[in-house]
């Protein structure tokens, strides 16, 4: 009998190929940040890929239940990484994710942002503007540097304040650097720019010191990463090509990115929405510490502070960076393993938004994590990470500044 396949997939024989690849032997189940807290087979990549299976024979069809199940992903990749049938588990999900989109729809006002107000970068400054000042007039409830944001995240996240001025008009003119070893376009990403510009600092600060020209181009804007997880493909096609456009234009040697969600979907799914450019801009990115991994570091005196390291999951299973951080901050800082620094720490970017409560339970084996190694400080080299530990560490009443690792780096290189 012949199988009836759902018309709203594209890539349908491609995609069918890289499902067969699963042999649902369940070894994504030992490593599902998700399914540890849940242990629902719909909400693993065995039962997401069986659900996609389904749908694109037509067995199922796309409803906003089954989309409940894709969406409860956190897109960690380390089923992907750990897949011993390599079965491509975040292409098959992404496929789904735009089928939803072109046959459930995106809610309208998502669909507004995404398509209206992420390409635009005034509309979106007016926006975050705006937010700061709905934000200013809650009340600060919790000690520490964290203040809610009731419009945006229904009275249960609580994030830093947002900056008066965003990362892009800060450092609309960077100083020149003469006879640069390098030239790079710094990608910034929507939280470092609004929420965290002193990473963006930070980054030019180090990466001039050690004789490289960073251009900052002022025609970027969001990455895409939020799209992606709505299904908006079209929506996810017109933020790449500003993107490519933006960072390609001044041919530098490296796009440098301080955020690990942001690296990932410049080097990993650009090329899918946009193929010519996304090809060569992937060749192109690095992370802000491979970067430097490839430079000499200087450090004269260490930090005498205990500094221990959480790992990004779009960084370590994403992007495979894993030593580059690490060696950093053995040289600039008196450094200790936390146990079990790749696990998951909940964030996952807008998870965490929808699925807070089983967020804050993944983060507790994290803060369980950081109190054993002792540290007095945890760095990372994801915003989203920064915000997510932090919310939870403040919450718990444990008193650790969480910062990015070229913060620490630029603090033992000493200001200048």
Known sequence: METKVSSST?????????????????????????????????????????????????????????????????????????CPSGVPYERILQEIRFAMGRDLGISPLAKAIFRYVLPHRRLFDWSITMARVFQSLAPVKREGQMRHLPLFFAGRRWVPSLARRSALKQLRNPRKVE??????????????NYVYPEIAEATVNVLQRLGVEVIIPQGQVCCGTPVLSFGDERAAQRLARLNTQALLAS???????????????????????????????????LDVSECLDRLSLAVAAPLGRKVTYHDPCHLRWGQNVVREPRK?????????????????????????????????????????????????????????????????????????????????????????
């Not at 990932?264 to 060569?280: F, H, I, R, W």
């Open 10 to 82: 594209k890539n349908t024989p491609a995609l069918c190929d890289d499902i067969e690849r699963c042999a649902k032997c369940g070894q994504c189940r030992t490593v599902c940040p998700v399914f540890a807290e849940t242990n629902v087979e719909q909400m693993v990549a065995r039962g997401r890929i069986s659900l996609a299976q389904a749908a694109i024979e037509g067995r199922a069809p796309y409803t906003r239940r089954m989309e409940e199940y894709i969406q409860s992903c956190i897109k960690c990749l380390r089923c992907t990484a750990m």
């Open 328 to 416: 950093l901050l053995e040289q600039c800082a008196d450094y200790v393993e936390m146990p079990e620094a790749e696990r998951c720490c909940g964030g996952g970017g807008s998870f965490s938004l929808f699925h807070y409560d089983l967020a804050t339970k993944m983060a507790a084996k994290k803060l369980d994590s950081i109190a054993a190694s002792g540290a007095e400080v945890i760095a990372t080299n994801c915003p989203g990470c920064i915000l997510h530990i932090a919310d939870r560490l403040t919450a718990a009443g444990m008193r650790k500044p969480v910062v990015h690792t070229i913060q620490i780096i630029e603090e033992a290189m000493g200001k200048g």
């Open 251 to 285: 041919n530098p040697d490296y796009i440098v990115t301080a955020c690990a969600s942001c690296g990932k979907t410049l080097k990993s799914d650009y090329e899918g929405l946009v193929p010519k450019e996304g090809a060569v801009l992937s060749k192109k990115v």
């Open 179 to 192: 006879h640069p070893k390098l030239r790079v376009a710094l990608f910034l990403g929507c939280l470092i």
